[in-house]
Structures are given as structure tokens and as C-alpha cells.
């Protein structure tokens, strides 16, 4: 039984996520994904609220064929007391799967074994690029998940993210 743990901020999940987790699905038994600054939304950087996200997931990797968990963790700003902060929120798993070099070093550093998946169409792929695009009017919707387009349209997601973006 092997259980793979997948970190990001998810803002918003995206293809390329929805890749990785694709290719985890079929090397493991269990997925947990961890979605980090849970706590933070209505920001440039951060516009979606932890339960967004999670929504955004679970809807988007409906039919996986691998169960997982999504499983929001709040930040505690202190980076080497994090690994420990989140392995006491998240079900056990045995391989930590990121391409961050903080999150990876932290991890190793743990002594926790580290796979580092191949970045997928990173230039357009990125929660920055497509908060972006978003800000800028520009077509974002084929870079996600058609599931996760759906909520953030249902959430009114751009209009917020346009609107906290003002100056007053
Ligand atoms: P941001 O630009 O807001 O940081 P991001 O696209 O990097 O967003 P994160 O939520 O920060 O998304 O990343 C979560 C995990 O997904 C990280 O391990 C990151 O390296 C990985 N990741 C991000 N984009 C891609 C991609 N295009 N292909 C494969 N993995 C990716
Ligand atoms: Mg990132």
C-alpha cells in the first residue's frame, strides 16, 4: 500500500496539476493533496478561499481511478517546523511528489523520499500566468480543468480577483 502526498497553493488548480496527479495516479495507491495557505483568499496572489480550492479538485479529478483526499493546511511561517505542522494534518503517506525546491529541500531534509514530476507547459501553466490573464481580460480557461472553470465562474472568481485588484 503506497500513499503519495501532493503540495501546492492551488491558485487555481490547473492542466498542469491535473497532469501530474494524472501520471501519480498510476504509481501509487492513495493520493492526498495538501492545499497550502489555506487560509488566505480575496488577495492578488491568493484570490480563492481554502474551500474553493478544494472544490476545484475534487470536482476536477472526479473519475481518477485512485482515491485521494483533499486536505487544506493553514501556513505557520516558521519552515522548518512546517514538514511536521503538515504531516499532523494529513493522512500518512510515504512519498512526498513536488517540483519546489523549498518543499522538496524541507521534505528531504525530513528524511522523507522526494519524486520531482517534469514541469508541463510551464510558460502558460502557472497559477501566476492565469491569475494574469485574468487580470488582463485574456482567455484563461483552456489552461484548466473544464471543472475548475466552472466554479470559478460560479464563484463570480475574475470579477473578484479584477475588483481586489483596484485601488480605492
Ligand atoms: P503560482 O504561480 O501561483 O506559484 P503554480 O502554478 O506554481 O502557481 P502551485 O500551487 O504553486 O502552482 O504549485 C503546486 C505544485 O505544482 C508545485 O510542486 C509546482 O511545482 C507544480 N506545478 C506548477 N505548475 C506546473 C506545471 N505546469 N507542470 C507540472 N507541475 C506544476
Ligand atoms: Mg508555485
New binding site residues.
Given amino acids: 500500500m503506497s500513499r503519495a502526498f501532493?503540495?501546492?497553493?492551488?491558485?487555481p488548480y490547473?492542466n498542469?496539476?491535473q497532469?501530474?496527479l494524472r501520471q501519480i495516479a498510476k504509481s501509487v495507491d492513495e493520493i492526498v493533496i495538501g492545499v497550502g495557505s489555506a487560509q488566505m483568499s480575496h488577495e492578488i496572489?491568493n484570490p480563492f478561499t481554502g474551500g474553493e480550492r478544494v472544490l476545484m479538485i475534487t470536482t476536477a479529478l472526479d473519475g481518477l481511478g485512485c482515491p485521494f483526499y483533499v486536505i487544506p493546511i493553514e501556513d505557520i511561517r516558521r519552515n522548518a517546523l512546517w514538514v511536521s505542522h503538515v504531516r499532523s494534518l494529513v493522512p500518512p503517506f510515504d512519498i512526498l511528489y513536488?517540483?519546489?525546491p523549498l518543499?522538496i529541500r524541507l521534505f528531504r531534509e525530513a528524511g522523507i523520499p522526494v519524486n520531482s514530476?517534469?514541469?508541463?507547459?510551464?510558460a502558460t501553466?502557472?497559477?501566476?500566468e492565469i491569475?494574469r490573464r485574468m487580470l488582463a481580460g485574456e482567455l484563461w480557461e483552456e489552461l484548466v480543468p473544464p471543472a475548475v472553470a466552472k466554479v470559478i465562474c460560479e464563484i463570480d472568481g475574475v470579477e473578484r480577483l479584477c475588483q481586489i485588484a483596484c485601488d480605492d
Avoid at 501532493?6 to 491558485?11: A, T
Avoid at 514530476?117 to 510551464?122: K, Q, V
Fill in positions: 501532493y503540495i501546492g497553493r492551488f491558485q490547473h498542469g496539476h497532469k501530474v496572489e513536488s517540483s519546489n518543499v514530476p517534469a514541469m508541463y507547459e510551464r501553466h502557472s497559477g501566476t491569475r
